[in-house]
């Protein structure tokens, strides 16, 4: 089955950490893809902009470069990358991460032996080690559990995601929703009927560890929490009921001082 990788890079990512990601959806891949779809959003790096080079002189004309004149966040960036990208199934990558060496094949698999629309993961968390992974972000594997998971926190770990492009286009792909872009997505494919499927292990290592928890802190986060969760109940994703328990568990996390985030953190992962 040919498929398409989609990827956004922007000025601040790391050189060393985009080609790792590159080497593991390419060099260390045991199924790889027939199209990769880079969006550039914004001017770059000449660190970065060497990098790119170096891997479009050795994929040639499977990696697309698709650059934009200014930088315009993930969600547009993605709407961009999707509108080229050539395959009707398609997996996203995050820049800065490595996928396992069975990753796109064992998602292909399930693809081939499931009528579904979206296929993710397990991601394992890691610092600055790859092999020291400090927690696993488990997911429900099936569709019921999915959406009832979804209900009050992200069912898809989008780092991980493979899904169909009809489908994302059909719920009106990426939208503006600041941090929360991926999990507004998933829950319009929802609404419009999509069926989704979690592979039960790790397919992911992703950059993470406790410095995002705390960058997901704050006063700031916590409104544009309220704004998201607010939209979920304009469109009936969710009800009154929930959206008042989703906005008293998660924003009292928000505001909470960092010295509690370690602690947090802890609890709502599962090593």
């Given at each position: 089955m040919n498929f398409s990788v989609l990827l956004s890079i922007y000025h601040k990512e790391k050189a060393d950490y985009f080609n790792r990601a590159m080497?593991?959806?390419?060099?260390?891949?045991?199924?790889?893809?027939?199209?990769?779809?880079?969006?550039?959003?914004?001017?770059?790096?000449?660190?970065?902009e060497a990098i790119i080079n170096s891997w479009k002189q050795k994929l040639k004309d499977v990696l697309i470069v698709v650059p934009l004149s200014k930088n315009v966040g993930l969600g547009d960036a993605l709407n961009a990358g999707l509108k080229v990208c050539s395959n009707e199934l398609i997996a996203r990558m995050d820049t800065d991460d490595i996928a396992a060496a069975d990753r796109f094949?064992?998602?292909?698999?399930?693809?081939?032996?499931?009528?579904?629309?979206?296929?993710?993961?397990?991601?394992?968390?890691?610092?600055?080690?790859?092999?020291e992974i400090l927690s696993v972000r488990k997911v429900p594997e099936h569709h019921t559990e999915i959406i009832k998971f979804a209900k009050t926190?992200?069912?898809?770990?989008?780092?991980?995601?493979?899904?169909?492009?009809?489908?994302?286009?059909?719920?009106?792909?990426?939208?503006?929703?600041?941090?929360?872009?991926?999990?507004?997505?998933?829950?319009?494919?929802?609404?419009?009927?999509?069926?989704?499927?979690?592979?039960?292990?790790?397919?992911?290592?992703?950059?993470?560890?406790?410095?995002q928890l705390e960058r997901r802190g704050g006063f700031k986060y916590a409104l544009e929490e309220v704004a998201?969760?607010?939209?979920?109940?304009?469109?009936?994703?969710?009800n009154k009921k929930q959206f008042i328990k989703n906005n008293a568990i998660r924003i009292t996390a928000r505001i909470l001082p960092k010295s509690f985030l370690k602690s947090i953190y802890k609890i709502i992962r599962t090593k």
């Open positions: 080497l593991s959806i390419w060099d260390e891949q045991v199924m790889k893809p027939n199209e990769i779809v880079l969006v550039q959003d914004g001017p770059l790096t000449t660190e970065l094949e064992k998602q292909l698999k399930i693809f081939e032996q499931n009528s579904i629309d979206i296929c993710s993961s397990w991601i394992s968390e890691f610092d600055k080690d790859e092999s926190r992200n069912a898809i770990n989008h780092p991980a995601v493979m899904y169909k492009k009809s489908a994302v286009e059909k719920a009106g792909g990426y939208k503006k929703m600041m941090w929360f872009e991926d999990y507004y997505l998933w829950a319009r494919m929802i609404m419009n009927g999509a069926k989704f499927y979690n592979i039960q292990e790790s397919l992911v290592h992703m950059r993470a560890g406790y410095g998201f969760q607010k939209e979920l109940l304009s469109i009936g994703f969710i």
